[in-house]
C-alpha cells in the first residue's frame, strides 16, 4: 500500500487564477529579469529639490512605493490617467538587484545588483500636492496604473557600475530634463544600503534613484525619450 502523498508535495491550488509574473527583457539575454518590488527615492537631485521648493540639503533618504504591476516596457503606451489634469515626467536611474537583505553595508552594496535600467516615475502631481497639503499618503500621486515605464535591464557586467552619465529626457524630441548621476545625493551603494535598514531586500526588487531638474507636464499624442549614458533608451508613448 502506497503511503499517502504529502501536502507540502503538492501544487498549491488558488480561488483565482494568479496574475501573471512581471519582467523587464534584458539585453542580450532570452531569459527576463522577474520584478520583485518597486522602490523610490524621493528629491535625490539637489537641483530637483529645489524646484519642488524643497532644501537640497543633504538628509537622510526617503522613499515610497510602486506595485510592480505599475511596469511599461519600452515602446509601450502609457494611458493618461484619469482624475488628473497635471501628469509629470521624471527620468530616473533604475538599479535591479540580484540578491537581498537586511543592514547591507555601502561596501558591499554594489555586489547585490545585477545591473541597470531607464525609468520614469510618472507622477499625478496635482493629486500629489494636494496630499502633501493635507498630509496624506502620495499613492494615488505616485503609484497609479501604468506609472513606472522601465527599460530594458543591462547587466552590471556588460556596463560596470554607474556612478556618473549624463541622464536626458525629451518629449517630442523637445529637451526637457538634463543632469548626471555623479549629482546624485545619495548614491547607489548609499541607497542600496540605507534602504536596507529600513526593509530586507528581496531578488527582483527594484530601486528608482530619482530624478534631475526639468519635470514637466506630458499629455496625450506626447512621446517620452529618456536616455542616461550607457544604458538602452527608454521610449514611451502618451495615449
Request: hydrophobic share 40%.
Amino acid at each position: 500500500m502506497n503511503a499517502p502523498t504529502s501536502k507540502q508535495h503538492l501544487a498549491p491550488a488558488y480561488i483565482f487564477s494568479p496574475p501573471p509574473a512581471v519582467s523587464l527583457p534584458v539585453q542580450g539575454e532570452a531569459a527576463r529579469f522577474a520584478v520583485n518590488r518597486i522602490f523610490c527615492v524621493g528629491r535625490n537631485y539637489a537641483d530637483h529639490a529645489k524646484e519642488m521648493g524643497h532644501d537640497p540639503s543633504r538628509e537622510p533618504p526617503f522613499f515610497f512605493m510602486k506595485p510592480a504591476s505599475t511596469i511599461v516596457s519600452d515602446g509601450g503606451h502609457f494611458p493618461y490617467p484619469a482624475l488628473s489634469k497635471d501628469v509629470h515626467h521624471e527620468i530616473e536611474l533604475v538599479v535591479c538587484l540580484s540578491q537581498g537583505g537586511k543592514n547591507i553595508s555601502a561596501d558591499q552594496a554594489l555586489s547585490h545588483v545585477y545591473g541597470y535600467a531607464v525609468g520614469l516615475d510618472m507622477t499625478r502631481r496635482d493629486l500629489q500636492s494636494e496630499a502633501k497639503k493635507m498630509g496624506r499618503p502620495w499613492d494615488t500621486g505616485k503609484a497609479f496604473d501604468h506609472s513606472a515605464p522601465c527599460g530594458t535591464v543591462l547587466p552590471a557586467a556588460q556596463c560596470g557600475h554607474l556612478a556618473q552619465g549624463v541622464v536626458v529626457l525629451t518629449v517630442n524630441g523637445q529637451p526637457r530634463q538634463s543632469g548626471d548621476l555623479k549629482d546624485l545625493i545619495w548614491n547607489v551603494p548609499e541607497t542600496i544600503a540605507y534602504l536596507s535598514t529600513l526593509f530586507e531586500l528581496s531578488t527582483g526588487d527594484l530601486i528608482y534613484t530619482g530624478t534631475p531638474a526639468g519635470v514637466g507636464p506630458v499629455v496625450a499624442g506626447d512621446v517620452m525619450l529618456a536616455r542616461i549614458a550607457g544604458l538602452p533608451d527608454l521610449a514611451i508613448n502618451v495615449v
